[in-house]
């Protein structure tokens, strides 16, 4: 049996069963004990974060004033630690070439009347220029596992291609990458292209769900794709991002496993998670989401996404059009701080609208809105959408990353350089309805900028992008 243990580097006991198991049975008991329920309340109000015992405790929780409580408490840390900023990007899909049996995917090797690409240079340079001229600045380039048809050199040059395509005022200036869980020696050369964050989900935490799920092809090894990250944090990789597929697994497993694999991250390399990431199983080619007997309602998502937000204050937060607007906007309240917008989940689909019979999409997107009309939901609501990549391309990584963000500084940061990089957007894709709504809340947002100095230096780049300048950053 394995000892549970944070700072392990053994998959079986930084994410330990027994303690899950022990976790749940806590979270069980408690769930009612109101004067616990208060005391983890207060711990969380001074945003240090929680422990995955004490979070499990308040997602488990029933009683409706308390639960009040865990949702204001989510909209305000959410408020103080990213403001109303949601930071905007898109999937890329190279390659849907691979070798796994995963139940829940349509791209596991069995399929075979789904139609295979893999992009051709040449044709990843035409995706990225129709992703420019949406105005996307920030991409996740997804492929499937395949030593022949995807090895890591072919991630490479893809990665090499998209940083070289200068489109009009266009430029992607962070390309996150979501691949296989592979070698340190992989993770130092994808260190080396210049990734922002490394993304692997876990799909689901419970070992046995995972080998059942997995049941052909390299990613059968639980331990190998739970300690992706501890290999990636070795190779350099400092800023990675966690996820699992809900609807697998009970879901309060997963949410368990989740805020254990942060602390071990935390606990080993001194750093937690970049992001978090909660997709939930859907319909694809020859997936059918019932077939999982997991699935759970939009409640329970957004309650999920409140207690992580609780639990890991300075971990962003990621929902993909996986969800729809309703279910988004709900969830952008109570932590969400990233979103994907005009997001095409096929190989080649930002320049190709597929056939029917041309199925090559991982799964339905449910939020089929395009950029513009995402950006301009956004700002109706008051938000602030933002395409800034600053941090990465400023060194501000890993902890030092971190430090700021516990700190609060970061904010001094993301609030000017998400107003630039709007107006760029306002400049250069919008449409006329969006931007007249930009430019107000570009106006308005001005004044809550607090240092003068930051200010004026804002201001005075507004200008410089109204004149054709870009990329201006803090
Ligand atoms: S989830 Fe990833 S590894 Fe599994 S079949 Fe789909 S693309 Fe392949
Ligand atoms: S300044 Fe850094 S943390 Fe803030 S939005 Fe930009 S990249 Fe993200």
């Known amino acids: 049996m394995y000892k549970y243990d944070p700072k392990s580097l053994k998959a079986e006991e930084f994410i330990n069963h027994e303690e899950i198991e022990s976790t749940l049975a806590y979270a069980e008991e408690n769930k009612s004990n109101v004067k616990l329920l208060r005391e983890i309340l207060e711990k969380a109000k001074l945003r240090k974060g929680l422990s995955h015992r004490e979070a499990a405790v308040l997602l488990d929780c029933d009683i409706p004033e308390i639960n009040e409580e865990i949702y204001a408490l989510a909209e305000q840390i959410k408020k103080d630690f990213y403001g109303n900023r949601i930071v905007m990007f898109a999937p890329l899909y190279l390659s849907n070439y691979c070798v796994n049996g995963c139940l829940y995917c349509p791209y596991h090797y069995k399929n075979k009347h789904i139609c295979r690409k893999k992009l051709t240079q040449e044709e990843v340079k035409a995706e990225v220029i129709a992703l420019q001229d949406m105005g996307h600045k920030r991409l996740a380039i997804e492929a499937g596992e395949d030593p022949v048809n995807n090895p890591i050199e072919y991630i490479l040059d893809c990665i090499k291609t998209i940083y070289s395509i200068k489109h009009k005022n266009g430029a992607i200036r962070r390309v996150n990458v979501n691949i296989a869980a ?98 939930r199983v859907r319909r694809a080619d020859d997936i059918d989401p019932d077939e999982f007997d997991n699935g759970i309602t939009d409640d329970t998502f957004a309650k999920i996404v409140a207690c992580l937000r609780i639990a890991v204050p300075y971990t962003g937060m990621i929902v993909s059009t996986r969800e729809s607007k309703a279910c988004r906007e709900k969830v952008l309240h109570l932590g969400v701080s990233q979103i994907s917008g005009g997001s095409r989940t096929s190989v080649g689909g930002y320049v190709e609208e597929e056939e029917e019979d041309e199925n090559s999409a991982q799964f339905d997107v449910s939020d089929r809105r395009t950029l513009d009309q995402v950006v301009n939901w956004l700002m109706k609501m008051d938000y602030i959408p933002s395409f800034c990549t600053a941090c990465y391309r400023e060194g501000r990584t890993g902890d030092r990353f971190m430090s700021l963000c516990k700190s609060g500084q970061i904010q001094n940061c993301c609030h000017p350089n998400a107003l630039m990089t709007l107006k760029e957007y306002l400049m250069d894709y919008a449409s006329e309805d969006t931007k007249q709504i930009g430019e107000k809340l570009i106006e308005k947002e001005i004044d809550n900028i607090p240092k003068e100095k930051v200010r004026e230096i804002v201001k005075e780049n507004l200008v410089n992008i109204e004149n054709g300048k870009r990329d201006f950053r803090f």
């Not at 090894?221 to 944090?233: F, G, L, S, V």
Request: proline fraction near 4%; charged fraction near 20%.
């Open 182 to 279: 592979t070698t340190v020696e992989n993770y130092r050369k994808l260190k080396e292209a210049g990734i922002g964050t490394y993304i692997l989900f876990q799909e689901t935490y419970h070992k046995e769900s995972y080998e059942r799920l997995h049941p052909t092809g390299p990613k059968h090894n639980y331990a190998y794709h739970t300690e992706a990250m501890d290999r990636a944090m070795e190779g350099g990789i400092d800023d990675v991002g966690i996820g699992a597929l809900f609807g697998l697994e009970l879901y309060r497993y997963e949410f368990a496993g989740l805020l254990m694999h942060a602390e071990h991250l935390e606990a080993v390399h001194g750093v937690g998670p970049h992001t978090i990431s909660v997709p």
